[in-house]
């Protein structure tokens, strides 16, 4: 089984950029593989940012019988999105498991500390997706900021780090090791594991055949592209 049927609910979390919402949706659609008679939702609680949401995968979730729960007016042009009260159906109803996709930085981990009554002691991952890459979090140091950052506005400890290190079609394998190696040092200083590293399928089955998956740390999960990044 993934990393993400270890718990009933997977939350992920990070800065503007990181994957997040490819994530989530991956995760959906593996849990979903995993135990095809459970009941799946993926909320989408992304207020913050318009684009990459993963409400853009909507109907392909729901076509594997995946529930998506999105804010009010998401891909519109409307500017501040509301959050459904159907976000709450995965602590409602014992049958759903399920993951939430949350905005970027500090901002969109504020909606978490709205919740963390519900939250307390309830079977969940806080994952932080860190894609080295991108502006604050490119070193050591910045991650760590950001995880410090992020667990103050979610009112919650990060169970852990995901390798997400990328350039969209750009990415080559030296750049996801170097991630890899970059977010270890990040969890020097933080004391938070590096739990997964995701690849899109094409790069891990080239580095499969390469021989250099067993360069990278924690779970290693081949991700299907399910968002448009042609906006």
């Known amino acids: 089984m993934s990393i993400f049927s270890e718990k009933r609910l997977n939350i992920f979390i990070g800065a503007y950029g990181s994957g997040k919402s490819e994530i989530s949706v991956n995760a959906a659609r593996i849990m979903k593989e995993e135990k095809p008679e459970q009941k799946v939702l993926l909320a989408d609680l992304d207020i913050v940012n318009p684009f990459y949401r993963s409400a853009d995968a909507a109907r392909r979730l729901e076509n594997l019988n995946i529930r998506v729960i999105c804010p009010s007016y998401a891909n519109s042009n409307v500017d501040v999105p509301a959050l459904s009260g159907e976000m709450y159906a995965i602590f409602d109803d014992d049958n759903y498991v399920g993951v939430y996709d949350i905005g970027g930085e500090d901002l969109g981990a504020n909606v978490l500390g709205t919740l963390t009554g519900r939250l307390k002691g309830f079977s969940s991952n806080l994952f932080m997706v860190v894609n080295t890459l991108r502006p604050f979090t490119s070193t050591p140091e910045q991650i760590a900021e950001m995880t410090a950052l992020l667990e103050s506005s979610a ?28 977010i270890l040092e990040a969890s020097k200083l933080t004391g938070c594991p590096l739990l997964a590293t995701t690849i899109m399928a094409d790069l891990y089955d ?3 055949q390469k021989n250099m998956l067993s360069n990278l740390h924690g779970e290693l999960v081949r991700l299907n592209q399910s968002i448009r990044y042609d906006y």
């Not at 009112?155 to 970059?182: Q, R, V």
């Open 206 to 208: 080239e580095m499969e």
């Open 155 to 182: 009112k919650m400890k990060i169970s852990g780090y995901i390798n997400n290190t990328n350039l969209l079609s750009e990415t080559t394998p030296d750049s996801i090791i170097d991630g890899d190696a970059m």
